[in-house]
């Protein structure tokens, strides 16, 4: 199992063993998603590389910084035309109303947000790109797309993956809020794991911030403005508030 580097977040996962390819549309549960994978499907563990930075990075093979994590060197896979058509290709979409509170649960310290939520959310592309310059960490602006323009590739940034429209590959959509039955579904696509220690998705990177209810940070204004930004993202994906 590979990871094909986009940028300082892991975006898409390849797996040649089971015919898979996995797009990581952040903070869509792509981390619990991608360590479960990694612990049922890859017999080398040399194949995988942990998301832990050790504070050291290197410049990856398409001239950008990256964290040095620790493990192996990592692997950088080429894809081509015929293995997005051949893999069973699959990703996972948020509600984006919840999705930008989970940005905020995540975030809003490391942007040094004190003024709120609603002050995060309106601010929320600025806030990330003065973060991100001021720590060389110019890949986290793959927080900033909607889903669908992450998925078509249209997004503003000038980082690796942009113009590449995912979409069109894509045999499943799975859903946050449907996320275990979902991931599931996949499983019974790519492969056979009932030899494994599989026993349901291992939940990752969950913050440490809890909010019982996501509905409950929004007032009616911000409600309305967050439909309005990912208009999208709510009408193709089906969500609503």
Known sequence: MYYLMYMETKVTMINHEHKFIFLHIPKCAGTSVGQTLKDIAVNDPNEWHAYACNGEHHVNPYGDLHCKEFGPERHFDIFDEQM?????????????????????????????????????????????????????????????????????????????????????????????ENLQEDFDTILNRIGDFSHTSYDGLWHRNKSEYIIDDWRTMYTQELREYVAHKYSEDIMGFNYSF
């Open 84 to 176: 997005w058509k051949d893999y069973f290709v699959f990703t996972f979409t948020r509600n984006p109303w919840d999705r930008m509170v989970s940005h905020y649960k995540f975030r809003h310290q490391d942007f040094g947000v004190t003024q709120g939520f609603d002050y995060f959310v309106k601010n929320f592309e600025s806030l990330c790109e003065k973060w991100s310059d001021e720590n060389d960490l110019y890949g986290e602006r793959i927080l900033l797309p909607s889903q669908t323009d992450f998925l078509r590739g249209t997004f503003d940034y000038n980082i690796q993956g942009k113009g590449i429209d995912y979409r069109k590959y894509i045999d499943f959509y799975g859903k946050f």
